[in-house]
C-alpha cells in the first residue's frame, strides 16, 4: 500500500490543503512524462517547476507538492523547499518498507549492469533506468513496494558531496564500487584520488557492520579500503587469489559467457546472457556481495543468468553478411570503451570496427585520454575506426591509419568516407558519451545494413 497525502504530509512535515485520502501512483517530476494519477513536484532548478504546474493538472496530475499554494484544483502539499521534501518523502518511504538487505552500487563504469545483475541475484527491486541522482533515487524510493527481499540502489555522481547526500536519503547495508576511473574528472582538481573519495562516500555511509565489494585490480578502491572512514565497512577484494573471484571464462558467442564463480568453499557454474570479461567481472561483484548478504548460492546463480542485454547495454544486432553489431551506445569512457571492445572481439565475424563518440568531462585530461583510447583500440586488433566529437582527432591520432575523425554525427553520416563506408560483414562497435547520442549511429546502421 502506498502512503496516502495525510501519511505523506505528516512525514514530510508539509501543509496539505485538500483531500487528503487520495494515493498517488508515483511522483513525476517533468511534466513531458507525466502520468495520469502522480503527484506533480514543482522543483526550482533551471527553471521553476511551478510555472508547469497548470500544465501538469491539464495532463493527469492528482496532487501537487509545491512550495506556496497554487490556485489549482487539486490537493496540494505545501513546503518550504520541494527538492528536500521530495528527498524526505523517498527517505520515509524506504524506512516504511525497508528490506532485509539494501546495496547501494556505484562506480565510473558498469554500475547499471552490475546494478541489474545485483537485483536479479537477490530477487529485489532496483531503481528503475538511470534515476541515480539526488533527484531520481527519491522519486523511485517514495513508492518502492512492500515486502521486497532486498533493494539495490544505483548511485551515481558527477561532484563530491552527491553520493554522501545519497547514502543519507537511504543508508546502505552493502555496497559495490565497481572501478574508480576517470568520469567527471574534469570536477575533480585532485584526478583520481579525488573521484576515489567521492565514490568512497557510499562506503562512509554504510550501516555498520555493512560490507562491499570491489576488483581486487583496481589500486584506488584499495585505496578506498584504508582510509579510516571506511573502517566500519568489511572491504571484500574479488579477483585472483582472493576469496572471491573467477576462472574458466568461456564465450558463448552471441548466447553470452560462462565460468565459474570462486568463493572460499565452492564454486558457483553461471551463465551470462551477458558478454564479455567485464560482465564477468560485474556478475562476479554482484555474486560476492549477495553471498555475503546472505543469499542462496542456486538463486544467485539463477538470477545472474537471467538478465537480458538492454537497448543501449551490450545488445547485439545481426547485420547484413553475417556480420554483428554491439550496441553499447548508453554512455562511454575510456575504460568501457575497451572493455566492450574486447568483447565483440569474442565473435566470429568479419573486421572488427567501432563508431565512437567522444568522451564527456575529462578537463585538461580529454586529449591524453582520448589518444590513449585510439592507442587501444588498435593493440588489440582494430583496424579501421570512425570517431565523431569534440577530441575525434586526438583519438583518430593514438589509433593511427585507419581512423576516420569527424566533428559531428551529421558528417559521419554524410560523409562518403564515414557511415556508408562501413563494409557488409562487419563486427561493429558503436559507444559514446550521452551527450554525442551515439544511438544515432546504431539507428543509421540497422536501418542501411542491418540483416534482413
Known amino acids: 500500500m502506498l502512503f496516502d497525502l495525510h501519511q505523506v504530509a505528516s512525514l514530510i512535515q508539509a501543509e496539505l490543503r485538500g483531500d487528503g485520502s487520495f494515493f498517488p501512483s508515483a511522483l513525476s517530476l517533468d511534466t513531458r512524462t507525466l502520468q495520469p494519477g502522480e503527484c506533480f513536484v514543482a522543483l526550482r532548478a533551471g ?15 492528482a496532487c501537487l507538492l509545491v512550495d506556496h499554494f497554487l490556485n489549482l484544483p487539486v490537493p496540494q502539499l505545501i513546503v518550504p523547499d520541494t527538492l528536500a521534501a521530495l528527498q524526505s518523502w523517498g527517505q520515509a518511504r524506504l524506512k516504511a518498507v525497508r528490506p532485509h538487505a539494501v546495496f547501494g552500487v556505484t562506480g565510473s563504469v558498469g554500475k547499471t549492469s552490475t ?5 536479479a541475484a537477490t530477487g529485489g527491486w532496483k531503481t528503475p533506468g538511470n534515476r541515480n541522482n539526488t ?3 527519491p522519486q523511485a524510493l517514495a513508492i518502492m513496494p512492500v515486502g521486497e527481499p532486498a533493494a539495490v540502489l544505483e548511485m551515481g555522481m558527477s561532484t563530491a558531496g552527491e553520493i554522501r547526500r545519497l547514502t543519507e536519503i537511504a543508508p546502505p547495508d552493502f555496497g559495490v564500487i565497481t572501478l574508480v576511473g576517470t568520469s567527471h574528472m574534469e570536477n575533480f582538481p585532485d584526478g583520481q584520488q579525488g573521484i576515489a573519495r ?17 576488483l581486487a585490480t583496481d589500486p584506488w578502491c584499495r585505496w578506498i579500503s584504508e582510509q579510516p572512514w571506511a573502517a566500519h565497512g568489511l572491504a571484500v577484494p574479488v579477483g585472483d587469489e582472493e576469496d572471491f573471484g573467477w576462472k574458466d571464462i568461456e564465450s558463448m558467442g552471441p548466447r553470452g559467457v560462462r565460468f565459474n564463480f570462486r568463493a572460499p568453499e565452492y564454486d558457483l557454474p553461471i551463465e551470462l546472457k551477458l558478454r564479455g570479461a567485464h560482465q564477468v567481472r560485474n556478475a562476479s ?23 537480458e542485454p538492454e537497448a543501449g547495454r551490450g545488445r547485439l544486432h545481426p547485420m547484413a553478411g553475417g556480420g554483428w553489431l554491439l550496441d553499447e551506445s548508453y554512455n562511454a569512457s ?3 570503451i575497451l572493455a566492450c571492445a574486447e568483447s565483440l572481439l569474442e565473435l566470429k565475424g568479419g573486421e572488427p570496427m567501432a563508431v565512437l563518440g567522444c568522451i564527456r568531462e575529462l578537463g585538461q585530461n580529454a586529449e591524453r585520454i582520448h589518444r590513449e583510447v585510439g592507442e587501444g583500440l588498435h593493440a588489440l586488433g582494430f583496424e579501421r575506426v570512425w570517431i565523431y566529437g569534440d577530441f575525434a582527432s586526438a583519438m583518430a591520432g593514438g589509433f593511427g591509419a585507419g581512423a576516420c575523425p569527424f566533428p559531428d554525427f551529421d558528417s559521419l553520416r554524410d560523409d562518403p568516407a564515414g557511415l556508408g563506408a562501413i563494409p557488409d560483414g562487419s563486427r561493429i562497435l558503436v559507444k559514446g558519451s550521452r551527450y554525442w547520442t551515439s544511438e544515432q549511429a546504431v539507428a543509421w546502421l540497422l536501418d542501411h545494413k542491418g540483416a534482413e
Open 47 to 61: 527553471r521553476d517547476g511551478h510555472s508547469f504546474a497548470a500544465r501538469a493538472v491539464e495532463q493527469g496530475a
Open 334 to 336: 575510456s575504460d568501457s
Open 115 to 119: 546494478k541489474d545483475l545485483l537485483a
Open 198 to 214: 567521492a565514490k568512497g562516500e557510499l562506503i562512509a555511509g554504510l550501516r555498520g557492520g555493512g560490507a562491499w565489494a570491489y
Open 135 to 137: 533527484l531520481g533515487m
Open 285 to 307: 561483484l554482484a555474486a560476492a556481495v549477495a553471498l555475503l548478504a546472505g543469499f542462496d548460492r542456486d538463486e544467485v546463480a539463477s538470477g545472474l543468468g537471467s538478465v
